[in-house]
């Protein structure tokens, strides 16, 4: 594979990354019966850190939950996992990818009474999601022809291998429609989020974020509306629709992978002048001290590896 993952914790082992493999009638291989997250990790004054680590192994058992798995490991090894990889790789800066998923135990689609999950966490350096471009001069995204699914057909608030189907879809529409990143609606035509990201559009000098509804809970999209406050924006979190982004001053797009990237055209229309907006850059490199440990404020948000 491309990726440089290296050393991979794999069932409670460091092993290469070649070692690193499962067997194809593994389950989730059939049925996208798996759960992972995203971290990252930054290199700072004081040496390598991740960000917000409790919150995102807080959700990966959460997703876990969602799934009934058997988790073979407490939330604690995996915090320990997390930090082990990045240390045993020497990575300065990373990202980080726990997955669980449904082993080679059953074909059947219920997997019950038994469900054992297995659990690696790999890393690897990743830089901007979206490519410098998109960051510099604003990502252009497209309206996908797919919806977000409702909250009664995937659980959206889980990271949920499954739920990624929609992403990939929408995600390989929008490419192939020369566009950077899709953004994908709810069923009754609502801003749901990007395909990995969640929404947040400037209007009048009001930072607007995309309430939770069918999305996944960012842990990227609550430190920005956290940041924003701090900054002394007002921040509402709302319903709302596609033309509003039209007639927004400002839009950008939040996650682990994309950190915080502004949108500078949706569906052909520029929005604002069709730049990064100021606020937005502002915001961005708000988020970009916080997470290089050079605001003290936020020192908390860190673990040293
Ligand atoms: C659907 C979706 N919505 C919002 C977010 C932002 O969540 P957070 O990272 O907690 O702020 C992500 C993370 N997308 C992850 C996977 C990206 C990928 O391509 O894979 C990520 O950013 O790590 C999503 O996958």
């Not at 959700?59 to 320990?80: D, K, L």
């Not at 929609?166 to 801003?191: T, V, Y």
Request: charged residues 20%; aromatic residues 10%; glycine residues 10%.
């Amino acid at each position: 594979s491309k990726i440089k993952a290296g050393l991979i914790w794999f069932n409670g082992r460091l092993v290469p990354q070649e070692e690193a493999k499962v067997s194809v009638l593994t389950h989730a291989l059939h049925y996208g019966t798996s759960i992972f997250e995203g971290l990252r990790a930054y290199e700072t004054p004081k040496g390598p850190a991740v960000f917000r680590l409790q919150e995102h192994t807080e959700r990966f058992f959460h997703s876990a939950r969602v799934m009934r798995f058997e988790m073979p490991f407490g939330p604690e090894a995996i915090n320990q996992a997390i930090l082990e990889v990045v240390r045993a790789n020497g990575y300065r800066s990373c990202y980080i990818r726990p997955l669980a998923w449904m082993g080679a135990h059953t074909l059947g689609v219920n997997p019950l009474p038994n469900n054992p999950a297995e659990v690696m966490v790999a890393a690897w350096e990743w830089g901007t999601y979206l490519g410098d471009e998109a960051v510099r001069k604003g990502a252009r995204l497209i309206t996908s022809s797919w919806a977000r699914f409702p909250a009664n057909v995937m659980p959206g608030k889980a990271k949920v291998g499954g739920n990624y189907v929609n992403s990939a879809l929408a995600r390989m529409e929008a490419h192939q429609a020369g566009a950077d990143e899709a953004l994908l609606l709810d069923k009754e035509g609502f801003i749901a989020e990007g395909s990995g990201e969640n929404i947040f559009f400037f209007r009048g000098g009001v930072l607007y974020a995309i309430e939770h509804s069918v999305n996944l809970m960012g842990i990227t999209r609550d430190t920005v509306i956290t940041l924003a406050r701090d900054l002394g924006y007002e921040v509402r979190e709302v319903r709302a629709t596609r033309d509003q982004l039209y007639m927004a001053d400002e839009a950008f797009m939040v996650g682990t992978a994309a950190e915080v990237t502004p949108i500078s055209y949706l569906d052909h229309r520029p929005i604002g002048t069709g730049e990064a907006g100021p606020h937005t850059l502002r915001l961005r490199a708000a988020y970009m001290e916080v997470v290089q440990g050079k605001n003290p404020r936020y020192e908390g948000w860190l673990t040293y590896v």
